[in-house]
């Protein structure tokens, strides 16, 4: 490769966008006998990639670490003991790159990328053969690369629990516009589900129709749309929530839910502290579960990748594309609420 120094960012200060450092001359990673050297061609944001810039995220994260889980892009070179991939293949990044499959244990929660390992806000990063999965061949780059944190986390929230996964006919809670409410929207009528979403704005209510979303409830409008949720489905309520606000929309959420449904909570972006947060109790007197959910493993990636090709899924971006250059503007334009759906970064 002539190739010797790439463009990479860096969270070098975790006091907002303004420590993120854009190097333009740091070293291509070497490959191990198992790794992977991947040239990116796309990347897409996360809250969670805000909250790590801003020192606010919960998880272990080193310093000076490259930023962004979600990567796409084509094998630039192999180490010897690789079988899983060769030169030209088309690749995504696991989020957690030692949680294969089953449960989460207490190493592979400390192998996120864009946290503890460095991320994809770079035009080359080297991985482990373990922690990349083959991009759906539907999709171009920067919608494969919108797959990694939110379409997994989407996919686990819906199907994660074997015990309750979505079947046809069920009923499915979406929060939103972000990213993981959108794909909620997609997988729900990929399986034959009906799907009630909550927005804040008409526009974004008309976008979430022709998605396939059935019922659409102005939040803004409607505060108590939990218990406008559980009428629409005929007073039984819903299968499966998927929570993306926390402690100020759980009560809503448990006010739609069915008997024995699924609450997935993925997120806090209403905030970490509620004002009238339920207790625990409130899953007995709704009979329902309520679980947590960080993002999914490399298994699960790949089943989910295979409904995604055999439905030609296509994941919603943002019409405004931000260049590798123009990183710290498409943090803030994010933070600024700005996107519908994903928020993807270019990588030339």
């Known amino acids: 490769m002539s190739n010797q120094t790439q463009k990479q960012w860096k969270v070098a200060e975790n006091t907002g966008f303004d420590g993120l450092k854009l190097d ?10 198992k790794e992977v050297l991947v040239k990116f061609h796309g990347s897409s944001l996360n809250y969670r990639d805000l909250i790590i810039a801003k020192g606010l995220y919960p998880f272990p994260c080193k310093n ?10 084509i094998v630039e070179s192999v180490g010897k003991h690789v079988h899983r991939f060769k030169k030209g293949d088309k690749v995504l990044t696991l989020f957690n790159q030692g ?11 400390t192998t996120g990328v864009g946290g503890s ?4 806000l770079r035009q080359y990063g080297a991985y482990d053969e373990d922690g990349l999965v083959t991009m759906p061949s539907n999709l171009n780059f920067l919608e494969g690369a919108t797959l990694t944190c939110a379409g997994l986390t989407a996919w686990n929230a819906l199907y994660g629990l074997e015990s309750r996964k979505l079947m046809p006919g069920d009923w499915v809670l979406t929060q939103g516009t972000g990213g993981v409410s959108m794909f909620g929207v997609q997988f729900a009528k ?21 998605l396939g979303a ?7 409008e409607d505060s108590n749309w939990g218990e406008t949720a559980k009428k629409l489905t005929g007073g039984s309520g819903v299968q499966h929530v998927i929570e993306v606000g926390g402690p100020n929309t759980v009560k809503q959420s448990l006010k739609a839910i069915a008997i024995d449904g699924v609450i997935s909570i993925i997120g806090f972006l209403g905030g970490m502290k509620g004002e009238e947060q ?3 109790v409130e899953c007995l007197n709704n009979i329902c579960t309520v679980r947590g959910v960080l993002v999914g493993p490399r298994l699960m990636f790949e089943q989910m990748n295979k409904a995604i090709e055999a439905n030609n899924i296509k994941p919603l ?8 250059d123009e990183v710290k503007e498409a943090y803030q334009y994010m933070w600024d609420q700005k996107h519908f759906g994903k928020l993807c970064i270019s990588i030339e």
């Open 317 to 324: 971006i943002d019409e405004k594309v931000f260049k590798l």
């Open 278 to 280: 339920p207790s625990f």
């Open 24 to 33: 333009e001359k740091a070293p291509i990673p070497e490959i191990g006998d």
């Open 190 to 210: 990929a399986a034959g589900a009906r799907v009630i979403a909550t927005t804040s704005s008409k526009e974004k209510g008309e976008k979430l129709k022709q």
């Open 117 to 120: 390992i460095d991320g994809c």
């Open 64 to 73: 000076g670490v490259v930023p962004a889980s979600d990567g796409a892009g």
């Open 214 to 220: 059935d019922h659409v409830i102005n939040y803004k």
């Open 99 to 109: 949680h294969v499959a089953g449960s989460l244990d207490a190493y592979s929660i």
